[in-house]
């Protein structure tokens, strides 16, 4: 695939790529920027739910990546540059030297995700997760555990920032999601499609280790801090992870780890 040089960082093919932290605030109308090698091999391998839109390369780093090069459509533009018009382009120093420009898959519905899922499936369900870190560490707990989808409802931040996007090594990419949901609603779906829905808070009676494991379960994690609503644990099981030394709760992320574990493992 030929490569498109770029000598300037005004040059209006890479307009999408430009002042990155600027527009990652501002949104991009269903594009996200993808940032960094291990990343890009996810956005173009077969498990991707999303499409590579362009890509924007150090030109040191083409040769390296010519495997992934030759995954994308052919009419894919491959950009490369050198490392000062890439700062320039960016904003600031990108060391890794690689970025990509990607559409984010159609929306979802609840119902539909929820329809085809197993009677053993396992979701994530984030209330009111607004860190960005904590965000790719949800997602990347629910890839490597096998969980079945990611729900978010309508006060979480948005997965596809390029920050979540590195923290979950990517899998925000590959995994069934529906976003934008309320809460109470979201509930009262998983509950009549056969889901036992939890809620992670450490003020519960129930120990994780006494739940028992198969059928379909949702994992209701909410915010470090304040944690999930009195309503929201009102309309679910309330379970807890027991702890020592005075401490009363975990990162969301390794709370979510830790109760993926005990409800995806077998035996």
Not at 42 to 56: D, G, I, N
Not at 111 to 130: F, H, Q, Y
Not at 169 to 187: F, N, Q, S, W, Y
Request: glycine share 12%.
């Amino acid at each position: 695939m030929a490569v498109i040089r770029i000598d300037h960082p005004d040059d209006p093919r890479i307009a999408g790529f430009r002042d990155i932290r600027e527009r990652d605030l501002t949104g991009r109308q269903g594009l996200f920027v993808a940032e960094g090698e291990v990343v890009l091999n996810v956005l173009t391998s077969p498990q991707s739910l999303c499409r590579p839109v362009a890509l924007l390369l150090d030109q040191k780093r083409v040769e390296g990546l010519a495997g992934v090069i030759a995954r994308l459509d052919p009419d894919t533009p491959v950009h490369v540059a050198d490392q000062p018009i890439l700062d320039a382009i960016a904003g600031f120093h990108l060391h890794r030297g690689i970025l990509a420009l990607g559409r984010k898959p159609g929306p979802a519905t609840l119902e539909a995700l929820l329809a085809p899922l197993g009677p053993d499936a396992v979701v994530v369900v984030a209330c009111g997760i607004g860190n960005h870190d904590n965000m790719g560490g949800l997602f990347r707990n629910a890839a490597a555990f096998g969980a079945a989808a990611m729900l978010l409802d309508q006060t979480c931040c948005d997965p596809f920032y390029r920050k979540a996007i590195r923290v979950s090594v990517g899998a925000v990419l590959r995994t069934p999601m529906v976003v934008g949901l309320e809460a109470l609603e979201m509930i009262d779906g998983l509950q009549q499609t056969g889901f036992t829905v939890i809620a992670l808070t450490p003020g519960a009676e129930t120990p994780l280790e006494r739940m028992p494991r198969g059928g379909r379960v949702a994992l209701i994690l909410g915010p470090e801090g304040p944690g999930l609503s009195p309503d929201v644990i009102a309309r679910c099981r309330p379970v807890g992870i027991p702890m020592s030394g005075g401490f009363d709760s975990l990162n969301v992320s390794v709370a979510s780890g830790i109760a993926l574990h005990h409800f995806t493992r077998q035996g």
